[in-house]
């Protein structure tokens, strides 16, 4: 019984790996956590590198540069829900598929100014976060941590700026009061990858059947993750382009640390990799995508050993992923 336990807490602990490394849009990226830990939340996000982007084919006539320009002053409403499932096994023990209840967000956003380079300063605020769906397989005190968990996010808000390609470029982050150890933990470490999560669009002008790829590297929440993501631009009319996106992630063998870790244990992981793709919509007078539906597939296999024991037992856990986002 309390294998299965750990091994669901650790299959749970790759799903927040897994929202933090999903992509999803090529305009002002939103996770589920962004911000520096309380009591340092007045300086600028650290210099990080820049994820590379490269322009694969221009696309047809006619082109045109891909700039965001958002309103001043005009608050704007996104509704996101995450579903996710996942099963986990060891040698000697496998779990039936765990369809996790779905993470809904409200988040609203606004654009307070554009300096003379194009640069664009935003507030953003998470305005409600629930959990939802028929969930069966999981106990009660298991649904209850985790909605506790998510509503820590209501509340969370900030000032960011990113330039007019949608690269991140710094900002200053508030946690609610109140905010555990463990959250202050993981949000700062996803705050030290901001840059390296954002999605550019690309340099150069570009048309209908427009492809580029963008490639960077990420620390998140100690996992080290490689990632490729390639987009074509499918139509572009009056200031709205739909995407088609793909993306392929992979990590070398490396140490890790979780909370759900026992004292003394210690976590390794063997492989991850995941493939994914969707659609994506947005205007380019907005911050937000006006619609984004994307899903991903990850494999992972770590290595745990508990205190005192020389074994090692192997987890291999597989997840799917969706992530729908809709703008009002």
């Known amino acids: ?6 091994v669901a807490a650790i299959c749970l602990g790759s799903a927040g790996w897994a929202i933090e490394l999903f992509p999803t849009s090529s305009q002002a990226e939103t996770r589920l956590v962004t911000q520096q830990p309380a009591g340092d939340t007045s300086g600028v996000s650290a210099p990080s590198k820049s994820p590379q982007v490269q322009l694969l084919n221009p696309g047809s006539a006619p082109q045109q540069q891909l700039r965001l320009k958002p309103s001043l002053g005009v608050k ?9 499932e996942m099963g986990a096994a060891t040698a000697d023990k496998s779990m039936n598929a765990i369809k996790v209840p779905t993470m809904v967000l409200t988040i609203d ?3 307070t100014k554009i300096d003379s380079n194009g640069d664009i300063h935003y507030e953003f605020s998470y305005a409600n976060a629930d959990i ?10 298991a649904l209850d941590a985790m909605r506790s968990t998510v509503k820590k996010l209501v ?3 900030g000032s960011f700026i990113m330039d007019s390609r949608g690269a991140h470029k710094g900002g200053d982050f508030i946690l609610p009061e109140g905010t555990d150890n463990n959250f ?8 030290k990858s901001l840059e390296q999560l954002s999605s550019p669009l690309p340099l150069e002008a570009v048309g209908q059947g427009a492809k580029w790829r963008i490639s960077s590297s990420s620390n998140l929440s100690g996992m080290n993750v490689n990632q490729i993501a390639t ?5 572009l009319q009056d200031g709205v382009a739909t995407l088609k996106t793909s993306v392929e992630q992979q990590a070398n063998p490396q140490n890790l640390t979780s909370p759900q870790l026992p004292p003394g244990a210690t976590l390794s992981l063997k492989s991850f990799v995941s493939q994914g793709g969707g659609e994506v919509i947005m205007r380019l007078d907005r911050l937000m995508p006006v619609r984004s539906v994307i899903s991903i597939n990850s ?3 770590m290595g745990v050993k508990n205190a005192g024991n020389p074994e090692e037992v192997t987890i291999k856990t597989k997840m799917l992923m969706e992530m729908t986002l809709d703008s009002k």
């Open 1 to 6: 019984m309390k294998k299965t336990l750990f």
């Open 76 to 84: 704007k409403t996104t509704n996101m829900a995450v579903k996710m």
């Open 109 to 111: 956003t606004k654009a």
């Open 132 to 141: 939802a769906g028929d969930t069966p397989n999981l106990p009660t005190a």
């Open 155 to 157: 509340g969370l808000k």
């Open 184 to 191: 202050k933990q993981m949000v700062q470490n996803m705050s």
């Open 231 to 235: 987009y074509e631009l499918i139509s």
């Open 299 to 301: 494999q992972t296999e």
